[in-house]
């Protein structure tokens, strides 16, 4: 299994400019999330996803989106990218099982910055 | 409110040594908590859950509803630890969603 992956790893992005931070799962976890990490901010939940067809707001979701149209894939948009989305962005996943806590599977981040 | 906090930004002590990372929380329910951790150049990964009970790479943590709290132990420090760790709650057993706290980066110098 990849686990959970993220692209791309890097991205300068111009203020105004919108772009798709790709995150993909092939362990057929139902839950996915986005967070953003930022120093001394730890990290802030986004957006997530329960499943196909579901999403919420985290924390944070002002100037994001989100759609779950497969259990795989879960992408986060920038609709107008501005100076304080920079930021590291992770991806995760998570299980649900009877009577277990799930664990989260992060992917190795997306480092965003925008002038 | 639903909320964890690191006090530390910063941990620093010499190999050997115990450390203990501060993590409290504040919720209403009965929590789940969780510590992950993020070693240099590398993805978060879970370090330990409270109904584990377990110990992994040395580290504990015990529950304390009464102080609301999740300390992370370790009784020696090594080198290897070095990274950055945080403390999360999960406020409902139906999703996957996190709340992290700030994080705490632990320097264990030689």
């Known amino acids: 299994n990849a686990g959970v992956t993220q692209t791309p790893k890097f991205q300068v992005l111009k203020t105004g400019q919108s772009m798709t931070l790709q995150c993909a799962q092939d362990?057929?976890?139902?839950?996915m999330s986005w967070y953003r990490q930022d120093p001394g901010m730890g990290l802030r939940l986004i957006h997530y996803?329960?499943?196909?067809?579901?999403?919420d707001q985290g924390e944070v979701p002002n100037g994001y989106n989100v759609s779950r149209s497969t259990t795989e894939d879960f992408p986060l948009r920038l609709l107008s990218a501005a100076p304080s989305q920079t930021s590291v962005y992770f991806c995760?996943?998570?299980?649900?099982?009877?009577?277990?806590?799930?664990?989260?599977?992060f992917g190795p981040g997306t480092r965003l910055t925008v002038t | 409110a639903q909320r964890v906090t690191q006090p530390e930004k910063l941990l620093s002590v010499f190999k050997g040594a115990p450390v203990e990372l501060k993590c409290n929380y504040s919720?209403?329910?009965?929590?789940?908590l969780f510590w992950y951790v993020q070693y240099s150049r590398q993805r978060l990964q879970l370090l330990l859950r409270?109904?584990s009970r377990e110990s992994i790479k040395g580290f504990t943590a015990d529950l304390n509803k009464g102080e609301t709290s999740f300390h992370l132990k370790k009784p020696f420090a090594q080198e290897e630890d070095s990274a950055m760790y945080y403390c999360?709650?999960?406020?409902?057993?139906?999703?996957?969603?996190?709340?992290f706290g700030q994080g705490t980066t632990l320097q264990v110098k030689p």
């Open positions: 995760a996943s998570s299980y649900r099982a009877t009577g277990l806590l799930y664990e989260q599977y």
């Open positions: 362990m057929n976890h139902e839950y």
């Open positions: 996803s329960v499943g196909a067809g579901i999403t």
């Open positions: 919720y209403s329910g009965s929590p789940e």
């Open positions: 409270h109904i």
């Open positions: 999360a709650l999960r406020p409902s057993s139906n999703t996957g969603k996190l709340i």
